[in-house]
């Protein structure tokens, strides 16, 4: 009886599954994660999924970061989930220390507000309208290349200095208010440069607390690991945002952009 007890799991239905997948956009939630998790099979009629519901607070006793105050409801509701690609998943799952309930509830909510950022009304409709009609394509370059020797978008997190990202996304914000001064208010890839822009402002306030001039590279002190989630949030948000514009001209991204462009899992 007790050792069935240890065993016993709360998982999760078909549909919070399902939900946890579709709130998530099929993209892994882990802010250093590119991986979209769902795509074609091999057999026309069907479709591959390959994420992971994996629960923040364990399903049974047996698992990482349980939780015994929580009920069996608790323990399998759609809030105690996140969806992650199979490897993530398997390495939260491992690392019970690298990885707590706080943090795991943390990018969970960043991600899905950075998926409501990019598929709003107005980002959905000018995606739409450049691949039907393409237009402005010279534009659509320029602003890929303005994004291009933003070393802050790409180079390993170990090896940047906060208050240079600052100054770098300033000057990139800069770039997109010039480039908007050529558009009229209103047309797609204005509402493209918009929803960049606002993706810049979302990290500045994501990071306002904290002290860039004299933060420095430590993965055990809290305010590195806030700034790190934060920088990786943005460059996940620009990096699904480019490859839809750069899909939709048939640009060819750089290889430094193709480092934060999604991935199939």
């Known amino acids: 009886m007790g050792d069935r007890a240890l065993t016993t799991r709360d998982n999760f239905t078909e549909a919070t599954k399902k939900a946890l997948a579709i709130r998530a956009a099929h993209f892994c939630s882990s802010p250093r994660c590119l991986?979209?998790?769902a795509g074609p099979s091999s057999d026309p009629s069907k479709a591959l999924t390959t994420g992971h519901a994996a629960h923040i607070h364990a399903a049974s006793k047996l698992g990482p970061r349980y939780k015994a105050s929580q009920g069996p409801d608790e323990r399998k509701s759609i809030e105690n989930g996140i969806w992650l690609c199979?490897?993530?998943?398997?390495?939260?799952?491992s690392d019970?220390?690298?990885?707590k309930a706080e943090q795991l509830r943390k990018w969970k909510d960043d991600h899905e507000a950075m998926i409501s950022e990019v598929r709003t009304e107005g980002y959905s409709r000018s995606l739409a309208l450049l691949q039907s009609g393409r237009m402005e394509p010279q534009i659509a370059k320029t602003?890929?290349?303005?994004?291009?020797?933003?070393?802050?978008?790409?180079?390993?997190?170990?090896a940047e200095f906060p208050d240079r990202v600052r100054q770098s996304l300033d000057e990139l914000r800069s770039r997109f208010a010039a480039i908007r001064g050529d558009l009229l208010d209103g047309t797609p890839l204005d509402g493209i440069l918009l929803s960049l822009t606002k993706t810049i402002l979302s990290f500045f306030n994501a990071v306002e607390a904290l002290d860039l001039k004299t933060l420095r590279c430590n993965a055990g002190a809290p305010e590195w690991l806030h700034f790190s989630d934060a920088l990786a949030t943005l460059r996940k948000s620009i990096g699904l945002q480019i490859a839809n514009l750069a899909s939709a001209y048939n640009i060819t991204l750089s290889e430094d952009m193709q480092r934060i462009a999604p991935l199939e899992s």
């Open 96 to 99: 019970e220390s690298g990885h």
């Open 86 to 93: 199979r490897e993530c998943g398997v390495i939260v799952d």
């Open 35 to 37: 991986k979209l998790t």
């Open 143 to 158: 602003i890929i290349a303005s994004m291009e020797d933003r070393r802050s978008l790409w180079i390993t997190f170990d």
